[in-house]
Every structure is written in C-alpha cells, then in structure tokens.
C-alpha cells in the first residue's frame, strides 16, 4: 500500500519550543472544565448583549460560511458543495451529461430550529417517482443573532447516515451550504422511512439564533460507481433504536452502553463496520486533556482540569472481542479555542464528519451462523501514574455521542456464508509517557509539562467460503499517534502539538481495501480573565488532514465527480492545511465584544492513476481569509485555473 505523504507524518512536531508566557489570571475554575470549554461559555456571551465583530457589516448581508472540500457528482456534472464563491451549488462546475436520464428533486425539510432540545424535526419520506442509483443532499441553513455552534444529526429511521455541525452566528446573519453524496444508503432510500433531524437549539434573550434550514434530495442515474462497486445491500444499524418514537438514535458514553444485539442473515459476502463519535462537554476538547494524575495539578490556579489524557481510541468489539479501533480526528467546531478562527472557513470536517471504516469480513464465519451476536462501541482513554506509566483506562469523561451500522452486501437468498473463523491479534497498545511540573518560587504548580506516545496494530485473518468466492480474508490496522503537551501559566493557557498516523487495509476474495491517514495538529492558546470580568483570549490553530483511499471504500470519496467522464482512477488522495491565528476582547461591563482572526488553508484532491502512487490532480484551492472577509481564493479543476 503506498503510504500518503508519509513525510508529513513529523509536521505536527515541526514547531519550535514555546516559551510560556505568564498571565495574570484569577478567576478558578472549580469543576473540572477545560479552558476551551470555559472561555466558549464565555465568549458565547452569556451575560452580553450582542458579539460585534471588528469586521464591517455595512453591506447587512449574510456571510457566506463554508467548508473547504473536493466537488460532488450531480445531475448537472462536477458541483460544488457549498456557495461561497461562483458557480454556485446550482450550477456545475464542469457539466456533463450523466446519461441523459431525467433526475428529480424532493424537500426533505424545511424547519426553524428554535429550542430544539429533545424536540428533533420528523418527517416521513416516499420514495420519488423517478429512477435513480444515486442520491444528493442539499442542506441550508440561516441563522442570525447570537448562537453557539450546535450539533445536527440525520437519521433514516434508527440509522445515522449525517452528522454535522452549526456555524456561529453574527449579528447580521450568516448562511451556509453543504451537498454531501448519500449514494453509500441508496437501498435505503427506495424505501419509505422516517427522516429525523436532530439539531438541538436554545433561543432565549441572549442566545437569539434561530436556525433556518432546507434540506433537499435530488435522485439520479448514473454510470459512474462509488469506488467501483455497488453500494450496500443492507444496513444494519447499531444504535439506540428509538426512531419509532421519533427520537434520535444515539448513545451517550460513558453513560450508556453503547450496544446491539442482531442477526445477520447468512448469505453476506462482505461486511463493513462503520462508526461516528462526537465528543461533548469535557470530552469536546479530549485532544487537550491532560494525563489523569495531573487534573487537580492547577488547584490553586484555574482549577481541576479534565483528564483521561489527550488520546482516545473508539473500540468495535464483537461479542466482546475487539474488530477494530478508530483513533478519532480531531474536528474543532466553530465556537472552539477561539471563534474568529472559523469565520467564514470553518474547521476541518465542522460541516461533516468523517466516519471510519472497520472492515469485518473476516468475521463472516462467526456472524453469518445463524445466532445473534453482540456489538459494541466502547471509547477509552489512559490512565497514568504521573510518573512513566500509563494504560488504558475504562472509561471517559462525560460525553460522547455514538452510533455506529453495518454495511452489507448479499448473495443469493439461499446461499450459506461458512469458513474458520481466524484468530485476533489484538494486544493493548504500547504506550509511552512522562510527564514534570514546573513550580514558582513559592511552591505553586505553574507549568504541566507531558509528553505521550501511543502505537497499536491489531489484524485477524479467517477462510471465508461464500457464494462465489472462497478464500483468506484479512483485516489490518497500524496505528500511531504523539503529543508534546503543556498547560501553562497555572492551567490558563494550552499548547499541544499532536499526530496521528495510520494504515488500515482489507484483502481477500473480493475485498480489496485500503486506507493511509495524518491527523497533525499544532494549538498554542492563552487567556486571562481578569477580577473585574473583563476577558482576552489568543490562540495560533494549524491542523492538517492527509488522506489516501484505494479499493472498496463504503463512502464516496469524491471521485465520483471526477470519473464522470469515463476517466477512472485507482484511489484518491486528499491533503489539507489550515493554519489561523485569532484574538479576543471583552471588557470588565460585558457591554461588546471584539475579535480579529485571519485563516489560510489548502486543500489538495487527486486521483491515483497507478500501483507505484503516481497521481493527476484534479482539485486545488488556496483560500485566506481576514476578520468575516475572503481576502484571496484561487481554484483549480483539472489542473486548469478558474476565474469568474
């Protein structure tokens, strides 16, 4: 397999040394809450009238916000996903002729979420009259005032099949559009369902934002496959099952236990696992944490901290032995570290996460025999002696959000998938870690210095006898993940520079699957809250996503737009960069609020177009932004600049 840009895999450690600045702070936090989490409470303005930006708002339009990524398949050809700049989602980018079969277009939705907790949009879906083998959504969204950025989550029926979140608002409004490929759930979308669409909202005096969406479908013909295979056959959902009802079908972890038991029928000749987390509360900013030792380290300055360290790892257990792991990306939503780092580009994946894929065909002998079996997701941290030791922990701060499904694809109804099943080879990860503090000349903990290092490889390898194949089918994974940390100035400021690198692949009879990926993260942040009120805040946010895909994939990769035309490709390979640095300002009076962020990213999408990792790119954009205002954003499709 050849490893996407591998040699980017030490960026994230490619920063000098920090000097910690001391900062005059005496507010103390006297729960355990992460600064993140805290100066989000408070730069959200819970006491304040309104947040003006710096930024002009003369024109009393709405920012366009939107979310830097590879264009979608359409009707109409390659299109892009969000409508910042022309053409417009309306519009293709390049046209082409899919094949000249009529498409059709449904409303999903069209709903204000206004105090929405516990109060989810339902809706029921038919099926269009029209023939179709893919599906795209358009989501919309209006929103002005004041609002935290909010968590939305789509579901057909008991399955998740989008999990999105919400930009912060300004004063004179903001809007924004995301097309996201639901291909991958066809075989559930000819069929009638409930739609439900959870976006939890609270307006009241100071949180005035009400969220105005539109969500439409368009159906469609097409020659071109995701991934050069048809979508799945079933979809097994593994989640709190309460869609009947019309509530979401999430679980809370730790709080729940995040398990189904089912049947698989017996004529499956693949399965894939795949599985969305999202992090809540003092596990929002779990890649900050600190080790679970030092949480009460800063006592006698900001207070206890969070803890379970800054690594995670999302566990697939089959009837309770583990199939595989996710070492989650780490999205920063729009209201994190600091706000004006995302306005208008919001963070990496903020507007659709990324769910990974844990291939369990190997598992097939087990699975397909007849009985029920148990699934489980299971989150887990370490914990650590605070010296130079640490281990898995057994569970997390409070909260994750968790669902997870099985994709299937069948063979004839009274075909019997059998085999021998394999051995796993799972053992727990190896893990390195220490960790000093640095006290002041009194005797007070000032710095909180950590150094964590984590490598995990699991693989099994079963004989898989289906319909039409029979054979060895192996799953793999190697993983790992670094971060150089530190809380500094008594636990008011942050500096954290993360990596995680990663290889999974799936092969076989008829499996062939392969994935490289590089989470670096690099985030220094200060804040002082002063006696009297008044709040600063400042952090430096550069983050990477490097993503290489061949073979089978589940989700589409974004090909789909590219191979319209008849051209095929191999696999694809993103790589993105976004670096941003952001301040703050609220006085003692919580009268206004003030901000200046400036952003950069590039984003990169090729194709593969042989073994030895040669490639044709296909989507280039270099876009920057100052204070609300796109002050440069160069495109490029086919290697060809556009200009409009």
């Not at 804040?527 to 089978?552: H, K, R, V, Y």
């Not at 696999?571 to 006085?587: C, E, F, M």
Request: include cysteine.
């Amino acid at each position: 397999m050849i490893f996407l840009l591998s040699i980017l895999a030490g960026l994230a450690c490619a920063y000098p040394d920090v000097k910690y600045p001391r900062q005059r702070v005496i507010e103390r936090s006297t729960v355990a809450l992460h600064p993140f989490a805290k100066y989000k409470d408070l730069a959200g303005g819970t006491d304040a009238v309104s947040t003006v930006s710096t930024a002009s708002a003369a024109a009393n339009t709405p920012l366009e916000c939107f979310q830097v990524a590879e264009p979608v398949l359409t009707p109409s050809g390659l299109t892009v996903r969000d409508a910042s700049r022309p053409p417009t989602p309306s519009q293709a980018l390049v046209d082409a002729d899919i094949n000249g079969e009529p498409s059709c277009t449904v409303v999903l939705m069209e709903h204000t979420f206004e105090n929405s907790y516990g109060a989810p949009f339902v809706g029921d879906y038919t099926p269009p009259d029209c023939d179709f083998d893919r599906v795209v959504i358009n989501f919309t969204t209006l929103v002005k005032g004041r609002q935290y950025d909010r968590t939305g989550v789509m579901y057909l029926g008991d399955t998740e099949v989008w999990r999105t979140s919400t930009a912060e608002p300004t004063p004179y409004g903001i809007r924004w559009v995301w097309l996201k490929d639901m291909t991958p759930f066809v075989s559930m979308w000819k069929q009638p369902q409930t739609i439900i669409f959870d976006l939890e909202n609270n307006v009241n005096d100071i949180y005035t934002g009400l969220l105005n969406t539109t969500l439409t479908a368009t159906f469609f013909k097409s020659n071109v496959q995701t991934n050069g295979h048809a979508p799945a056959d079933l979809i097994i959902p593994v989640t709190e099952r309460t869609g009947s009802t019309g509530e979401p079908s999430q679980f809370t972890y730790p709080e729940q236990n995040a398990s189904n038991t089912v049947n698989f029928p017996r004529n499956v000749n693949r399965a894939v696992f795949s599985v969305d987390v999202k992090g809540q509360g003092n596990e929002e900013f779990w890649w900050s944490n600190v080790p679970q030792s030092a949480i009460h380290t800063f006592e006698g300055g900001y207070g206890e901290y969070p803890g379970y360290s800054p690594w995670r790892e999302v566990q697939v257990l089959i009837d309770n032995q583990l199939a595989g792991v996710s070492w989650p990306f780490p999205v920063i939503y729009t209201g994190g570290v600091v706000p004006q780092l995302h306005r208008p580009i919001v963070g990496v994946d903020a507007f659709d996460l990324r769910e990974h894929e844990i291939d369990i065909t190997p598992w097939l002998p087990l699975l397909c025999d007849g009985n029920s079996h148990t699934f489980t997701i299971r989150i887990v941290g370490l914990d650590d002696d605070g010296v130079a030791s640490a281990s898995l922990s057994s569970t997390t701060d409070s909260s994750w959000y968790v669902t997870g499904k099985v994709f299937l694809w069948l063979d004839d109804e009274d075909s019997i998938t059998s085999g021998t099943l394999g051995v796993a080879s799972a053992s727990d990860p190896s893990i390195a870690f220490s960790q000093r503090i640095i006290q002041n000349s009194t005797g007070g903990n000032e710095t909180l210095e950590y150094n964590l290092s984590v490598d995990r490889s699991l693989s099994i390898t079963s004989v898989v006898k289906t319909q039409n194949q029979e054979g060895t089918v192996t799953w793999t994974q190697s993983l790992s993940y670094s971060n150089v940390g530190a809380a500094y100035g008594y636990g008011y400021n942050n500096l954290n520079t993360f990596s995680i690198v990663g290889v999974d692949a799936a092969t076989g009879p008829g499996v062939s699957y392969s994935t490289s990926y590089n989470y670096p993260l690099y985030c220094n942040s200060t804040s002082s809250n002063a006696p009297d009120g008044a709040l600063t805040l400042w952090a430096e946010l550069n983050q990477g996503l490097n993503l290489e895909i061949q073979g089978n994939a589940v989700f589409s990769t974004g090909l789909e737009a590219f191979e319209s035309d008849g051209e095929f490709f191999q696999g694809s390979v993103l790589s993105t960069w976004k670096n941003g640095t952001a301040d703050y300002q609220r006085p003692a009076n919580n009268s206004n609020s003030t901000g200046v962020g400036q952003t950069h990213q590039i984003f990169s999408f090729s194709g593969l177009v042989d073994d030895v990792g040669a490639s044709k790119q296909l989507y280039y954009r270099d876009v920057s932004a100052y204070n609300d205002t796109v002050t440069g954003d160069d495109v490029e499709v086919f290697g060809k600049s556009t200009s409009y």
